[in-house]
């Protein structure tokens, strides 16, 4: 009798067994829900973050108290940001942690570039409308009275304070501050704890850890042949605790006299670029060098880039460039390879 009932018991064990073990592989399997938050920074820039928090916590009040903390210091539109003061007066006593580090980085960059990335252009910003002052209208004698000045190495600083040695100097941090914005916002959910995050603001990412499926954070890469109402993406990339910036010339531009000119300023000879490179997708361990790297690409065209990546182990880029016979090209640095997913062409 006791046999049969030990045969009874173990036929009642082993389901309950592989009904655990189902239970677990569908627990393991069962996407983590994520906190997703919406808004605006720098004016009317959009914003997405995402994150895995067990209690559930809402972060957006005090995400978008950090960020008006943020403008304070490096915000040209803002006249009593740390920024406006600098590029008003001749020296500027930081009151807030952002402005030193823009400033480092934006040195290390503009080295790094050998002046292809140049905060020092914000004059011609203006000149060409780019900027909160539209009042300009840019001519060769004046572009050329103010490429004189357009020198980085003009700016000094330390960790107190900022000062020029032309009065003339102004700066522009559009091309680093919002991927600065970004990383500064990343920071803030890993003090709080988090681990698993997607930060990204106007296009710019920085990621934590892996998304709701456990697996690296899904980031498309839009073709730099799309505008405001018609867009599609020419890649998909997997970003796991790394940053991602693209700089491309399909939305921000002036029209005048009827000729369409890019945002991207050439430091070199104070005109809109006019290379081959149509977009500049950079990876970098944060997202205010991606962003500068970017911004660096598009003045450089494409071959130049190609060098600097060389020189420089921590970058990965994607770019995309036009041929001679019009065709367009891609290139990936073999760092990124791996984890880039090109996307069929919609062409017939």
Known sequence: MSVVKEMFSR?????????????????WRKPTPLVVLHGQTFGSIGYTIKYKDKQRRNFKASIDSLLDVFNNAV??????SELSKFNRDS?????????????????????ATSGGFNPAVMPLVNAWGFGPDHSQQPDSAFIDSVLTFIDFNLVQF????????????????SAVAKGQGIDVVLEFLESKGITDAFVEIGGEVNTLGTN?????????????????????????????????????NNFNYVIRDGVRYSHT??????????????????FAQDCMTADAYATAFMALGEAKAKEILAQQPG??????????????????????????????????
């Open 212 to 248: 709701a499926h456990g697996k690296p954070w899904r980031v498309a890469i839009l073709d730099p042949a799309s505008d405001a109402i018609n867009q599609q993406y020419i890649a998909i990339v997997n970003l796991q605790n790394r940053a991602l910036a693209t700089s491309a």
């Open 75 to 80: 915000s040209h539109y803002r006249p009593q």
């Open 265 to 282: 300023l050439n430091p070199f000879t104070g005109y809109p670029t006019h290379n081959t490179i149509l977009s500049a997708s950079v």
């Open 11 to 27: 036929k009642r064990v082993l389901p309950l067994g592989i009904i655990l073990l189902m239970v677990a592989v569908w627990y």
């Open 315 to 348: 970058l990965d880029a994607f770019l995309i460039y036009s041929l001679p016979d019009g065709r367009t090209e891609t290139f990936a640095t073999a760092g990124l390879q791996p984890l880039l997913e090109i996307l069929p062409t919609t062409e017939p």
């Open 91 to 111: 020296v500027v006593y930081f009151k807030l942690p952002y402005m030193y580090p823009v400033l480092r980085a934006s040195r290390q960059v503009y080295r």
């Open 158 to 173: 330390d960790s107190l304070r900022a000062w020029k040695k032309d009065k003339r100097v102004q700066l522009d941090f």
